[in-house]
């Protein structure tokens, strides 16, 4: 009798999400994994089997979400481990992005990850057991670089909400991780993924450098290897106490711990005026 997990994997036709896809079906895991394009997913994968379900999906179309949660169900009887991988980088200041640049960001990055927890969510409380991956950033957890201001305030949103889920699923026996991985050499920064501003603004000199830094320095040099970054992922659906927070990578921990610091200083600085407010 097969006893391995169900993964319920969005994103999973390139980067992080295809990686750790063929990973788990080596592993013997069941797998269904989502994209824009099935057939993307079965190009790179293969065919639907007892084992694997590729399924088409929009993440930004809570109908759509709901019928694939179902079809897995219907498939393999159980969801344990959901991960929300997919999601795209928008590059921009906050004064040249369009209201339609900023707010498909957030369709995709913050609702689309919502759809997914809001009808996966009956599932692994009714069964009292599942474990919620929701792939963050190091920028969900410090925002300060020029001309990625939006992506990051996506996944600090991101950050928050699964603070709150963890909350209110641990009733449940459903355990949930923020992931705030660095920088890992998929093709996350390449033409296609990552989206630039449709009308820049070169005054802003600190965003054009930082913008292609990671697009043309960055990019294809990232010093996180995403295989690693896979079986990490397997091995925390393992622990039998899992953490709400996990950074991954040493340039994700570096980032963490300049904002700990700065936040500490900020803390001491100014402890007299803040907390002056009291009656």
């Known amino acids: 009798m097969n ?3 169900v993964w319920f994997i969005t994103g999973a036709s390139k980067g992080l999400g295809l990686i750790l896809t063929k990973k788990l079906l080596l592993e013997g895991y069941n797998v269904a994994s989502t994209s824009r394009n099935k057939q993307a997913l079965i190009k790179e994968i293969g065919e639907e089997n007892e084992k694997f379900l590729p399924i088409e999906m929009d993440l930004t179309k809570n109908e759509n979400v709901k019928k694939a949660i179902e079809t897995t169900i219907s498939h393999f009887g159980r969801i ?3 991960i929300n991988n997919a999601g795209y980088s928008q590059i921009g200041t906050l004064e040249e992005l369009s209201e339609e640049e900023v707010e498909n960001n957030f369709k995709v990055n913050v609702f689309g990850s919502l759809n997914v927890i809001r009808n996966a969510s009956q599932y692994l409380r009714k069964q009292k057991s599942g474990h919620i991956f929701n792939i963050a950033s190091v920028g969900g957890y410090t925002g300060n ?3 990625f201001g939006i992506y990051c305030s996506t996944k600090f949103a991101v950050a928050g909400f699964t603070e709150a889920l963890a909350e209110e699923m641990k009733l449940f026996g459903v355990y949930t991780t923020i992931v705030y991985p660095g920088y890992f050499r998929t093709n996350f920064l390449s033409e296609g993924s990552v989206k630039t501003p449709k009308n820049p603004i070169e005054e802003y000199e600190s965003a054009r450098e930082m913008e292609q830094a990671h697009l043309k320095d960055i990019n294809g040099n990232q010093p996180n290897d995403p295989e690693k970054g896979a079986e990490v992922l397997i091995a925390l659906s393992k622990q039998e106490h ?3 927070h ?3 990578g040493e340039d994700a921990y570096h980032y963490a711990n300049l904002k700990i610091d700065a936040i500490k200083e900020a803390l ?3 402890k007299t005026l803040g ?3 009291g009656f």
Do not use: Q, Y
């Open 275 to 277: 907390t002056s407010t």
């Open 145 to 147: 670089f020029a001309g």
């Open 80 to 82: 344990d481990v959901l």
């Open 3 to 5: 006893t391995k997990k």
């Open 242 to 244: 899992p953490p709400i």
């Open 268 to 270: 001491k600085e100014h």
């Open 246 to 248: 996990f950074f991954m």
